[in-house]
């Protein structure tokens, strides 16, 4: 499979996967001319998705998902509840939806993609786990926190999109309001560098190839610091990447 994470943090989600013939675009958080610039430039072509599969309601993950539909003619894959409550960010007029299950899997020819419900604050969020019978890549941000079921995911994976969002110490001291700092840190949340390194650590096992670090926070996190976190938790055992908030990845291939 081949990933791409074509934008990562508050400013703007989407991740392109691909497995043989079928590619799927996950979040539609960043104009439609960015994401399919950025994909081009690897020779993807994104019209030619199967689908666009959303995670949650929150903006930096669905604003332009209206564009995606209309410009590229994606089939929209969204919960009902997730739509109705994404509906505030006036997406426009939208053909053809098709709602799925939180917890439920979707099918595109040989590619499966289980959804996992999170206790992120959304609506009705999930993560993704997309499985083409050989490998397996997680796609685990906005997670709220390290719930029940996460490890075992992670240790079924050969690749995983990781959310890494901040550093304590960085929020607890930072600009942010208390309010705030407590919605980021808090069970609905997100996972610091902390968490999602132990996670990594408790349950990886030897057949993931590689982790990409996602959604840092502009504020509270950096990329260096992402990493460093990571590796004194982790050591050299696992091959490292981050996700950028401003450009895309390289393809991430396993």
Known sequence: MRVI???????????????????????????????????????????????LVISHDHSDHVRCAGVYQRLFGLPLHVTAR?????????????????PFAAGTSLRFGHVTVETIPTPHDAADGVAFVVDDGRRRVGILTDLGHAFAGLGEAIASLDAVVLESNYDPDMLEWGS????LKARI???????????????????????????????L???????????????????ESLELRVAGRYDATDVMEV
Request: charged fraction near 20%; aromatic fraction near 6%.
């Open 5 to 51: 994470a074509v934008q990562s943090g508050s400013n703007g989600n989407c991740i392109h996967v691909a497995s043989g013939e079928v590619s799927l675009v996950f979040d539609a958080g960043l104009p439609g001319k960015h994401a399919r610039g950025r994909l081009a430039r690897y020779g993807v072509d994104i019209t030619r998705a199967a689908g």
């Open 82 to 98: 997730t739509w109705a409550a994404a509906q505030r960010h006036r997406l426009g007029k939208v053909g053809d939806i098709r």
């Open 176 to 179: 942010y309001p208390e309010f």
């Open 185 to 215: 840190s808090g069970p609905h949340g997100h996972l610091s560098n902390l968490e999602a390194a132990g996670l990594l650590d408790r349950f990886a096992r030897p057949r993931l190839k590689w982790a990409c670090l996602a959604h």
């Open 217 to 235: 926070s502009e504020d509270n996190n950096r990329p260096a610091l992402a990493l460093e976190t990571h590796r004194g938790i982790l050591g």
